[in-house]
């Protein structure tokens, strides 16, 4: 007999949406959406949406409904997802599927009901809410079930999370509302300070995934963007190199470090010799940042390193989670 209800992993994250059942990702695309404004009428959304950001005209809003990993936009997000759910589960929704759905480490009680309440408006039979480093060291096969330390660092692009985890469950954990869009806010300012050129969330985010770097590299890129200059208000070229990037970069990183320091400092010392021994694991977007394991090796002076699906971890993870529900019991989050 066929398996007629669905099990969703939904990693609902600020900058990216991903849904997996099983191992298998069945979807991956911006948490970005473009609606008509009189009518709030979703018009586009995902990659689409993204693409019109900054090009669209006044009737037209494009909009990013989570903030710093919760939501911002209630209506907008269950919209959303009620309409992708619809995609992958068939638009009558005879057999409402079953979904685990990420939500940042401590977020307050109000937030997780958002997230719950939006889960069930969008149709789904069940849903159940799972912390974000959880569902991702779960996603990158970290040995949790075990009485061994495990640190994950987690650089979303609304929020930095970093986590000690053992037993199936968090010991201590700490989350930054700060990620990669602060990383883009960063360039921004210092193309403004450096050049009086002004350069919009794109063209740095760009900048950033191009040529940026956490460290000094060997290979110096160049980049060319166009941006406004500040004073006449006309269009003006600027080159930037990875050099400038890793200065406008410095002081959001230094904040990324000092989450994981904190959670490193409250960490029962038995544990930090497992973690010492087994490295720290990165994901998150933030970990394609070139150099950011190097950056961070130094500034924890523990080994990190980058996990092999950054992006799809988490959802992979809450995927499997559904399964783990009996396992997990304690460490899921209570409504
Ligand atoms: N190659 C890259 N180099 C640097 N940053 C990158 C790269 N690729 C993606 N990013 C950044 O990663 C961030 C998105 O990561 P991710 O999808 O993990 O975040 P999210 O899940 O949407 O956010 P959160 O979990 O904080 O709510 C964006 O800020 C993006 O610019
Ligand atoms: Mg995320």
């Avoid at 059942?21 to 948490?31: R, V």
């Avoid at 166009?226 to 269009?235: N, R």
Wanted: aromatic share 2%; charged share 20%; glycine share 10%.
């Amino acid at each position: 007999m066929p398996v007629l209800t669905r099990e969703l992993g939904i990693d609902l994250g600020t900058v990216n949406m991903v849904i997996a059942e099983g191992n298998q990702i069945l979807l991956q695309e911006p948490t970005t959406v473009a609606i008509v404004i009189e009518e709030q009428k979703m018009v586009e959304w995902g990659q689409a949406a993204k693409d019109m950001d900054g090009r669209v005209p006044d009737i037209i809003e494009v909009v990013r409904p989570l903030r710093n990993g919760v939501i911002a936009e209630y209506e907008i997000t269950e919209k959303l997802l009620g309409y992708i759910i619809k995609k992958i589960c068939g638009p009558m929704l005879i057999f409402r599927p079953v979904a685990m759905i990420t939500a940042p480490y401590g977020i307050t009680s109000v937030e997780t009901r958002a997230v719950h309440e939006a889960g069930l408006g969008a149709g789904c039979r069940e849903v159940t809410l799972i912390q974000q480093p959880l569902a991702a060291a779960i996603g990158v096969d970290l040995p949790i079930a075990t009485p061994t330390g495990n640190m994950i660092v987690y650089l979303g692009g609304g929020t930095n999370q970093a986590a000690v985890l053992a037993m199936h469950g968090i010991v201590v954990a700490e989350t930054a509302r700060t990620g990669g869009l602060a990383l883009d806010d960063a360039i921004i300012s210092y193309v403004r300070r450096k050049f009086g050129v002004i350069i919009g969330q794109p063209t740095a985010e760009q900048l950033k995934i191009k040529i940026g770097a956490a460290i000094p590299q060997e290979m110096q890129q160049v980049m060319e963007v166009q941006g406004q200059d500040q004073v006449s208000g006309l269009p003006k070229p600027v080159h930037l190199t990875t050099d400038d990037i890793v200065e406008a970069l410095q002081e959001p990183l230094t904040d990324m470090v000092a989450v994981a320091r904190r959670v490193l400092e409250r960490t029962p010392p038995e544990l930090i010799s497992d973690i010492i021994d087994r490295g720290v694991a990165i994901c998150g977007g933030g970990a394609l940042l070139r150099g950011v394991d190097k950056y961070l090796t130094k500034a924890l002076g523990i080994p990190a390193y980058l996990v092999d699906n950054p992006l799809t971890c988490t959802a992979q993870g809450a995927a499997r989670a559904l399964g783990m529900r009996e396992i997990l019991r304690r460490s899921l989050i209570r409504l």
